[in-house]
T-cell receptor
């Protein structure tokens, strides 16, 4: 598609329930990222997928969080047993990433409009 | 020390003013640098990349000082529509496993007033 698409745009869930957030990146973008942003806070890195490489999960805050990227395209972020502190806007982004090495140019991210998760 | 540090502001300036934002980063081997803009309750959008030689895009000028690990954004002739939060963004070196992951500052809020 023309942009990064995320669904749902808003999700209200009860504490303890599981949620799934979906991200459909820009066609042809090999890299996909999940970040979250709590009210008035900066963006917190969660996980990064690059092509067929093993994902960088270093930002996932607990084992209740997991993500998959099927077929190198759509990604799903799953939060199990949600807690109130999970309430945030979950942002997905995608980018091109051509080549490796210090001279590689970074094309920057394109973000989706996010999923606003509220745990009550 | 945070990887990317910015003055949170807010910067309240009159329309037409020139305003400058600064940002420092901790990893001297960082590869790429950007400024993003985020409007209230919206996603961040790429404003401009920052190159070592400095670069300009209309009313916006970005500069990088690698020796001081410092990035700046200058907005000239500010407009009401420039009101937003400006995020300083850094890509860590690939060789440390950072890949294409970007690190975002917490942002500097700009309010342009009549």
């Amino acid at each position: 598609g023309a942009g990064v698409s995320q669904s749902p745009s808003n999700k209200v869930t009860e504490k303890g329930k599981d949620v799934e957030l979906r991200c459909d990146p820009i066609s042809g973008h090999t890299a996909l990222y999940w970040y979250r942003q709590s009210l008035g806070q900066g963006l917190e890195f969660l996980i990064y997928f690059q092509g067929n490489s093993a994902p960088d999960k270093s930002g996932l805050p607990s084992d209740r969080f997991s993500a998959e990227r099927t077929g190198g395209s759509v990604s799903t972020l799953t939060i199990q047993r949600t807690q109130q502190e999970d309430s945030a806007v979950y942002l997905c982004a995608s980018s091109q990433f051509r080549g490796q090495g210090p001279t590689n140019r970074n094309y920057g991210y394109t973000f989706g409009s996010g999923t606003r998760l509220t745990v009550v | 020390r945070k990887e990317v540090e910015q003055d949170p502001g807010p910067f309240n300036v009159p329309e037409g003013a020139t305003v400058a934002f600064n940002c420092t980063y901790s990893n001297s081997a960082s590869q790429s640098f950007f400024w993003y803009r985020q409007d209230c309750r919206k996603e961040p959008k790429l404003l401009m990349s920052v190159y070592s030689s400095g670069n300009e895009d209309g009313r916006f000028t970005a500069q990088l000082n690698r020796a001081s690990q410092y990035i700046s954004l200058l907005i000239r002739d500010s407009k009401l529509s420039d009101s937003a939060t400006y995020l300083c963004v850094v890509r860590p070196p690939i060789l440390t496993g950072g890949g294409n992951k970007l690190t975002f500052g917490t942002g500097t809020q700009l309010k342009v007033e009549l």
